[in-house]
């Protein structure tokens, strides 16, 4: 999952089996705040807790004031100092503040909104959670928040008394061709926050043995993308240098609203690739949505420092766009 982990789907199960359950969810943040507002923490009724509103500095007490919350069927919001020496312990240079909203499941947020919101996440459907903290209306929004979706905000306050909490799926990069850059981007990707798919028909580059623990598809690249589908939330590397294993693949990739694509090649291999590509019949702006050659130009040399260079390209577009 995202950011947010699975405080939602925790929340609702916690629910469902009769616990009782409370989200608290970061609403603003001032100075140096251990958490991004849209950060989450579940609370049961027993006391379990999922996520995380700060990192560790004030979890106790709101877990107190959420069980409160749900003993008395009412919503919160609370505001909390981060001294210095806490923020220290938690890696931070300085302190800061944060006011965290509390609501009861069922009694506060309804039940049905939750369940609407995990079904959401759980197709990787973008999803805007809003509430009005002065009517105390909650509701989940699929449109309307396009550049929260695609600038990847986990949450904003749209005016002084209304929260909007953006639910992105899941950040996923396919790689097409596993060559030894791969095997320097894919780990790194992962520490980003990625959820990363290799694809290579070629069995002796596809293999456990040189991407122990990853998701390798051996089939050929069109077919793979078709089936795992491309989004808004897919960034897309093609690294074989072979027209017909990276071609199929990058037209399908020009057809979706995958957010990032790039191509491994020289100027002049690319210059091939945008004939072939226009011969098929994609246009200019189709065609310039490709990062090629690959990757920010920093003067990178040798498989890891074009894989930092790749990474850091997607991380550009990701968030300020292309």
Not at 179 to 186: D, E, P, R, S, Y
Request: aromatic letters at 4%; proline letters at 5%.
């Amino acid at each position: 999952m995202d950011r947010f982990d699975i405080c939602p789907e925790t929340a609702l199960d916690w629910h469902r089996a009769g616990k009782g359950a409370v989200l608290a969810t970061v609403i603003q943040t001032w100075g140096s705040a251990p958490r991004r507002i849209g950060s989450q923490l579940a609370i049961s009724g027993a006391g379990e807790i999922e996520g995380s509103v700060s990192g560790g500095c004030v979890e106790g007490a709101v877990v107190v004031e959420a069980l409160e919350a749900l003993e008395d069927g009412t919503a919160r919001e609370l505001e909390f100092g981060v001294s210095d020496q806490d923020a220290f312990a938690v890696g931070l240079a300085c302190g800061g503040t944060i006011r965290v909203l509390v609501e009861p499941v069922g009694r506060v947020m309804p039940e049905e909104c939750l369940e609407q919101l995990v079904n959401l996440r759980a197709n990787r459907v973008p999803a805007a959670y809003v509430v009005d903290l002065d009517s105390g209306r909650r509701r989940v929004e699929r449109d309307g928040h396009d550049q929260a979706f695609r600038m990847d905000r986990s949450g904003f306050v749209a005016d002084s008394r209304t929260f909007v909490a953006i639910h992105n799926p899941p950040l996923r990069l396919i790689v097409v061709g596993a060559v030894h850059i791969a095997q320097a981007l894919v780990p790194m990707a992962r520490i980003a926050g990625y959820d990363p798919t290799l694809i290579d028909p070629r069995d002796a580059f596809g293999s456990e043995g040189r991407f122990p623990g990853e998701t390798i598809l051996n089939d050929w690249p069109d077919e793979a993308v078709a089936q795992l589908g491309l989004d808004r939330r897919t960034a897309l590397v093609l690294l074989t240098h072979d027209p017909k294993l990276d071609d199929p693949a990058l037209e399908q990739a020009l057809r979706a609203d995958c957010f990032y694509i790039g191509a491994l090649g020289s100027t002049r291999t690319h210059a091939k690739r945008v004939d072939r590509l226009t011969q098929a019949g994609f246009t200019d702006a189709q065609i310039a949505r490709i990062h090629g050659p690959v990757g920010l130009d920093i003067g990178a040399a040798g498989p890891a420092e074009i894989a930092v260079s790749i990474l850091a390209e997607m991380t550009r577009v990701l968030r300020r766009g292309a």
